[in-house]
């Protein structure tokens, strides 16, 4: 009787969707993905009430509900510590990072060579290894954490920026040495504009690996306070509930941060075609 009456909800809400897909329009498209959510938190509920699934295995959403609610202060707190100050800082310093090196790459044949597979060789190293190497060289605060997200986010923003970079076509690059432009001047003019796509992709890649990474790195030293640090804690205290309150800010937060950056991308790239194409 129980497993007949999940699957019902489940087919009802199924059907909806469907009913509603059919209407392709910006409500539509809005209300299928909320019903399709809002379905999977009803079944969670459901299951676990159900079935009488201990909290330390599956809390139920509502015992996530009210632990989010009765800890809004903690949990700020957290976001503080490790979104804004370790992975939005790391994030930033290594995209700023990332794009210089990858300009100095761009003229350098050396670099394209030495530098490159340097980086790929960086990027294989598992995050488990250096984050404890990192918090022993730059402290316990979150500025280790931001030197974690700085090498997560490097290697794939430059990879990206430098196939950028090197985007445009020979008929470009001939027109601009004929009219005798200087390198600077293409690259202002031609280069970076046609690098941009490739530069938001890496951007857009490295948001989840850079909260991934300062979640990560507070695993193996920090205050106390942070996402990672309360989610070891509780759960040593098997406070789950409290456990799946960090991680749904880790996922607003994630998900904000990924919009962001996109509606930037639309903003400078809108005369890609793959923009025109979102548009249309």
Known sequence: MKAVLIIGVWLAAWALNIWLSRRDTR?????????????????????????????????APSQIAASFGSNLGILWTDFVQTILKGALTGWVL???????????????????????????????????GLAPILVMWFGFDWHSKAAVVVVMVFFPILVNMVAGLAATDAMQ??????????????LWKMRLPAAMPFLFNGLKITTTLALIGAIVAEFFGSPTKGMGFRI????????????????????????????????????????????RNQRG
Not at 28 to 53: C, D, N, P, S
Not at 106 to 125: E, H, K, T, W, Y
């Open 173 to 186: 690059r001939d027109l601009m040495a004929t009219w005798a432009a200087p390198y600077r001047a293409s």
């Open 94 to 128: 290594g995209a700023l990072a990332a794009t210089l090196t990858a300009i100095a790459v761009d003229r350098s044949p050396f670099l394209q060579r030495g530098l490159l597979p340097i980086g790929n060789f960086v990027a294989a190293l598992p995050i488990v």
């Open 27 to 59: 409500l539509t498209r809005f209300l299928v993905a909320a019903i399709f959510g809002a379905t999977i938190l009803i079944l969670w509920e459901m299951i676990v009430r159900l079935y009488q699934v201990p909290s330390v295995i599956l809390p």
């Open 232 to 275: 070891s804690t509780a759960v040593g205290r098997l406070d789950l509930p409290l456990v799946w309150a960090e991680i749904c800010v880790a996922a607003i937060a994630g998900s904000l941060f990924y919009g962001i950056v996109a509606l930037i991308e639309k903003k400078v790239t809108f005369w890609h075609p793959s923009q």
